[in-house]
């Protein structure tokens, strides 16, 4: 029957064709990162191990998924001990493209097409299985070169179906009936990221369902905490790469590009909402330290991650969504962390990057986008607090110099002592300002976990030993709370120039003044206080190195 819009209506399931593009679109096109195809992997051998857990399929199993990268051949094997794939269920399960009968909210993964993602990324992908119980060991090969070839011959119109049952083949062989166990073999793979040893289990350490390593203790214990008290849990899985198990890679240290430690993670925070009807919605924690900026790459853990069922979705940048002003999304490389979602109406996306649209993920966008807001202020605070203590220290540090300096006679005429005072007394008007809004800051973050923490962390110590952050009061009883000046030890002088020192009593007054006019050249001229320094020095070495000689004679005289 012809419409009049020139469409046909379809009179029957047969007359429907899926063309082969689609088996591009999930394949080639499917993901941003080759590497999520290890994660779809390791998802499908997670939601085996259950099911064998569940099933109580083998009491002495030691469940694991194993990845072994052969970087030489080219070839990537994964493995999983689990349930296996009977052999009448091979090619239904197997060779039919998103028909998994898996349910959704259930099982970490539910579409049914996250096995194929290998075949955009090497010449042949071989499933191997064998049930527990059976003698048979099935496989199912799948000619990726082949089916490539298809696709991009744009003379070929063969369906989706045709190009499936044109590129596989399937093939059986005896095996011990008590194994159980799915194999996926990666011929000749063709990007290089994929045979990164290094990278791909740094990728999987903050990707897959895993533990977190025991270099975050004590943290790690407070989560566990947490979540006890708070009836959750987590799933982890025994993963493997190269024979070396995967963890994820919080730590306490925090380190700077080179690998040096800057600074350490002081404390972990954890949290837990319900939704609009009162049911658990997601949980989550996040680590406290000195917040000084963003995390570097070499901090393999930065960033707060968003995860379901323990799998992570999207990468570390997931959450910035959360920080809408662009120039915020920064403060979420500050922090070592995590959401878990826990409703099931939250479902991942297909490419699992981030959550499907749907009103749940209204709910969930706008209370996160909330607890985003807090971590944001506290950024804030953070360099608040900072700059406000720098500028204490550097009144205290400059006057201190000051004094230094007129102990030692060291002005080269009385303009620079002029202005060093003024700048002296500048920065202790300064200082005094940053002080109040220091206090004003703690008193803002009193309810907060980071006030301790910057309390602890920045400190003014002076040689006595006494905290001088804040002062309180003044020797004066007139109740205003001010820096206490430093006390200077020496003698009281009258005058502080150089040219005033006994080494230059051979000078009358007037050389004194070119002398003393020549220091202040030169304090013009030379920005630099190290090289004016030096400078000055020599000068005076050379013009006073036989006074002291003198000098000494007419002591003895």
């Not at 045979?195 to 270099?215: E, F, G, T």
């Not at 909330?370 to 944001?376: N, P, Q």
């Not at 962390?457 to 820096?483: M, Q, R, W």
């Not at 320094?533 to 020599?538: D, F, G, Q, W």
Request: charged content about 35%; proline content about 2%.
């Amino acid at each position: 029957m012809i419409m009049s819009d020139s469409h046909e209506y379809i009179e029957s399931l047969d007359d429907v064709k899926v063309g082969k593009n689609v088996l591009e679109s999930l394949t080639r096109s499917a993901y941003d990162d080759c590497r999520c195809i290890l994660r779809e992997y390791v998802q499908n051998a997670a939601d085996q191990i259950d099911i064998a857990k569940e099933e109580q399929l083998d009491d002495k199993a030691d469940y694991g998924i194993y990845i072994t990268i052969d970087k030489e051949n080219r070839t990537i094997e994964i493995e999983d001990n689990a349930t296996g794939v009977m052999e009448k269920e091979v090619l239904p399960i197997l060779r039919n493209v998103a028909c998994s009968q898996k349910k959704r909210g259930q099982r970490k993964g539910f579409r049914g097409i996250g096995r194929l993602g290998g075949l955009g990324y090497c010449s042949k992908l071989t499933f191997s299985t064998s049930y527990k119980g059976e003698k048979t060991r099935s496989t199912l090969e799948w000619n990726a070169a082949e089916m490539t070839r298809i696709i991009d011959d744009d003379a070929d119109e063969r369906s989706a179906g045709e190009v499936v049952s044109a590129v596989t083949k399937m093939s059986s062989g005896k095996e011990d009936e008590d194994k159980h166990y799915f194999k996926v073999l990666l011929d000749e793979v063709s990007d290089y990221r994929l045979l990164d040893v290094d990278d791909v289990r740094n990728y999987l350490s903050m990707v897959a369902p895993v533990d977190i390593q025991s270099a975050f203790s004590p943290h790690k214990n407070t989560i566990k905490r947490f979540m006890e008290e708070n009836h959750l849990s987590l799933d982890t899985y025994n993963l493997y790469v190269n024979e070396e198990q995967v963890y994820k890679k919080y730590t306490t240290s925090i380190l700077d590009k080179s690998g040096k430690k800057i600074d350490e993670v002081e404390k972990v925070e954890c949290f837990i909402h319900q939704d609009s009807e009162g049911n658990p919605f997601y949980w989550g924690w996040y680590s406290i330290c000195k917040l000084e900026g963003i995390l570097d790459f070499k901090n393999v853990a930065r960033g707060i991650r968003l995860r379901c069922k323990n799998i992570q979705l999207g990468d570390e940048g997931c959450c910035r969504r959360f920080l809408p002003g662009k120039q915020d999304q920064r403060f979420c490389d500050y922090f070592f962390g995590e959401i878990h979602v826990l409703s099931e109406k939250l479902i991942p996306d297909m490419d699992r990057n981030y959550l499907r649209v749907d009103d749940a993920r209204t709910e969930f966008e706008r209370m996160a986008t909330g607890d985003f807001e807090k971590l944001k202020k506290m950024c804030y605070d953070a360099s608040g607090y900072k700059s406000d203590y720098k500028k204490i220290k550097a009144a205290q540090e400059r006057e201190e110099k000051f004094e230094k300096k007129k102990e030692k006679q060291a002005f080269g005429s009385e303009e620079e002592l002029k202005k060093e005072q003024e700048e002296v007394e500048q920065s202790r008007v300064e200082a005094e300002k940053a002080r109040k809004n220091l206090e004003s800051r703690k008193r803002q973050m009193s309810d907060t976990p980071l006030a301790g923490v910057l309390e602890n962390a920045y400190k003014l110590v002076p040689k006595d030993g006494n905290e001088t952050v804040p002062p309180k009061g003044n020797a004066s009883g007139n109740g205003k709370d001010e820096i206490e000046p430093r006390s200077c030890v020496c003698e009281e002088k009258t005058s502080f120039l150089r040219t005033d020192k006994e080494i230059y009593a051979k000078y009358d007054e007037g050389i004194k003044k070119v002398i003393n006019s020549v220091y202040r050249v030169i304090g013009g001229v030379l920005s630099d206080e190290a090289m004016r320094e030096a400078l000055i020095a020599r000068i005076e070495e050379e013009l006073t190195k036989d006074e002291s000689k003198s000098i000494t004679v007419r002591a003895e005289l």
